[in-house]
């Protein structure tokens, strides 16, 4: 393929077309400009319309999981359209194509969930409606909250927020760190971690390029936070480790605490009846800890949770 960017162009960095992933995209541009002395127009940002953001009647789970967030910036990375993809590491699928690399890591933001609609979940109504489409969150919320009722809630920040004003729901929950990112902080309500545990690699900017491209690697590896790689790579060795999907409901939290790492994991049933926890505490880059984390709670999983990991053995 004919590369016919401008000559003063260093970098291409592909993104999502929303308001978000452009926010993303932005901060990552001006940490690149800031480590290399660029000028600004020698980041390009390259947005592309995901097949994620097309179909929102319908739960991701439904239609492909997290692999349509990623599979127009794959291809775009293939054919050197792009130099760089600029992803939500929550939304990254685990396994990815080995000719890939996660070359960096940003700064990692708050990687709480925020409430929007209430203070708190013990504060949401009884027998409230509460919209979201993550398998997560849904059973964490049966789990702790068995009298609401969960109703399909997709799109961007936006999208949902109107949806709630419409009524469509009387609560939803939003990341804090995209809230952040955009500067809406102040519509929901972050929750304390020791009641409701985040996603993994939530609150997380990933920056992916072909392995082979030298250039791009070693550009985007002078922005790579270790700090917030060691969590990011802990909390997706545990995924890959449980070999859940899309649909599997899974909360995982990694932390520094001193020297070392510590992590807290919860597994559940989709309707929230059954939970499982488990916590490590390991250095960075020491898998086996975490793989016997995982492995700790597959062997306890109960008959509602096991179904929706790998099964040992």
Known sequence: MTDTRNSDIQIRLGTRNSPLAMAQAHETRARLCAAH???????????????????????????????????????????????????????????????????????????????VGADSIAAIPQGATVGTSAPRRAAQLLNLRP?????????????????????????????????????????????DKTEWIPAAAQGVIALEAMTANDTAMRAVAAIDHAPTRAEFEAERALLARLGGTCHSPVAALCE??????????????????????????????????????????????????????????
Not at 278 to 296: I, M
């Open 256 to 313: 520094h605490d001193g020297g070392a790492l510590s992590m807290r994991a919860a597994l559940f049933s989709p309707d929230g009846r059954e939970r499982i926890e488990g916590t490590a505490r390991f250095a960075a880059g020491e898998y086996h800890a975490v793989a016997a984390l995982a492995d700790d709670l597959l062997a306890r999983a109960t008959p509602g949770i096991a179904p929706h990991f790998r099964a040992i053995g």
């Open 37 to 115: 002395g660029w000028a600004e127009d020698a980041v390009e940002l390259v947005p592309v319309v995901a097949s994620g953001d097309k179909v929102l009647d319908r739960p991701l789970s439904e239609i492909g999981g997290k692999a349509l967030w990623t599979k127009e910036l794959d291809l775009w990375l293939r054919e050197g359209r792009i130099d760089v993809a600029v992803h939500s590491a929550k939304d990254v699928e685990t396994d990815r194509p080995e000719d890939f690399t996660f070359a960096a890591a940003l700064p990692r933001a708050d990687r709480r969930d925020s409430l």
């Open 147 to 191: 009298d609401c009722e969960v109703v399909t809630f997709r799109g961007n920040v936006a999208t949902r927020l109107g949806k709630l004003e419409a009524g469509e729901a009387d609560v939803t929950f939003l990341a804090a760190a995209g809230l952040e990112r955009l500067g809406q902080a102040e519509v929901g309500v972050p929750l």
